[in-house]
């Protein structure tokens, strides 16, 4: 069983910057793919990164490229989510979530087991 606790989110101007952390217990964070996922007030949940576990490779939704950037320290359980240039329409509840599978990594909710319970991010001048 695996645990996650998001951190990190706030209120930025926009074109400000933050970097939210996933932090994992329970299992190790080697065998598991995570995604990062955001939910604005009346909208469904969609996912914005992905990383596997093997490789490192992302995946991303076209909104946020070029601004965001995830990475992974599998030695501190971490997964980060950078975000640069934030605008007013990245505002939400941001969750992450962890499969446990080596070489794919989705965007979509539904392949994931494991989320936390969010952390919360204003984008507001």
């Known amino acids: 069983q695996l645990q996650l606790v998001e951190s990190g989110g706030g209120l930025v101007q926009p074109g400000g910057s933050l970097r939210l952390s996933c932090t994992t217990s329970?299992?190790?964070?080697?065998?598991?793919?995570v995604g990062w996922f955001r939910q604005a007030p009346g909208k469904e949940r969609e996912g914005v990164m992905c990383?596997?576990?093997?490789?490192?490779?992302?995946d991303y939704v076209n909104s946020v490229k070029g601004r965001f950037t995830i990475s992974r320290d599998n030695a501190k359980n971490t997964v980060y989510l950078q975000m640069n240039n934030l605008k007013p329409e990245d505002a939400g509840a941001y969750y992450c979530?962890?499969?446990?599978?080596?070489?794919?990594?989705?965007?979509?909710?539904?392949?994931?087991?494991?989320w936390g319970l969010g952390t919360q991010v204003t984008v507001s001048a």
């Open positions: 990383i596997t576990a093997v490789g490192g490779r992302t």
């Open positions: 979530a962890a499969r446990r599978t080596l070489y794919y990594c989705s965007t979509s909710p539904a392949n994931y087991d494991y």
């Open positions: 329970g299992d190790p964070l080697d065998n598991y793919a």
